[in-house]
């Protein structure tokens, strides 16, 4: 399974938690990977323009998130890793190839109405969907009431989901 590289390994997130909870007395009961799926596309736009010149053409790239479907705009193609880790789970996406292509060229279309002033409709082709992963880490702790909390780590960015409201 290949997604995008891991930046924050298993070891790290004592350290990522400590920064984000208030209280220190806390236990980390269990951590677990779970594989959340992205999708990569790459849409291409050509637009004609007036007397004779060549179309202007350039590509759009986006990630999109297969279970929330939260759109990201990226500049260039991700790289990926390998994903070996023990126990990985994948979740299973909601959004289907389809429509993740389906919301890129609806995207692409309104940036690009915003973006250019053009007499002609944009010409956008789609030019590759690609189904990814995103490793995050199921983080299961306890504050010393006993009191159980969830949060997510994301392994690429070290980014927090869900702190815990410990105080």
């Known amino acids: 399974m290949k997604g995008f590289p891991v930046a924050v390994e298993k070891d790290h997130i004592p350290g990522i938690l400590e920064k984000s909870i208030s209280s220190k007395d ?8 779970l594989a959340l799926p992205l999708y ?3 849409a291409d736009v050509s637009i004609k323009r007036a007397f004779g010149l060549r179309p202007r053409q350039f590509d759009r790239r986006y990630v999109i998130d297969g279970i929330t479907e939260e759109v990201f705009r990226i500049t260039e193609k991700p790289q990926y890793e390998e994903y070996c ?3 990985l789970r994948e979740l299973p996406a909601r959004l289907s190839e389809s429509r993740a292509a ?3 060229e609806k995207l692409t279309h309104k940036n ?3 973006s250019f002033k053009f007499f002609w409709y944009p010409e956008i082709e789609i030019r590759s969907v ?3 992963w ?7 702790f306890q504050d010393p009431d006993g009191a159980e909390y969830t949060s997510w780590i994301n392994s690429f960015s070290g980014r927090v989901i869900n702190p815990a409201p410990i105080s």
């Open 130 to 132: 690609e189904k990814t």
């Open 102 to 104: 389906e919301m890129a």
């Open 26 to 33: 806390y236990s980390i009961s269990s951590i677990e990977p």
């Open 112 to 114: 690009v109405a915003r």
């Open 40 to 42: 990569v596309i790459v």
């Open 85 to 87: 880790i023990e126990n």
């Open 134 to 140: 995103l490793l995050v880490w199921l983080v299961g």
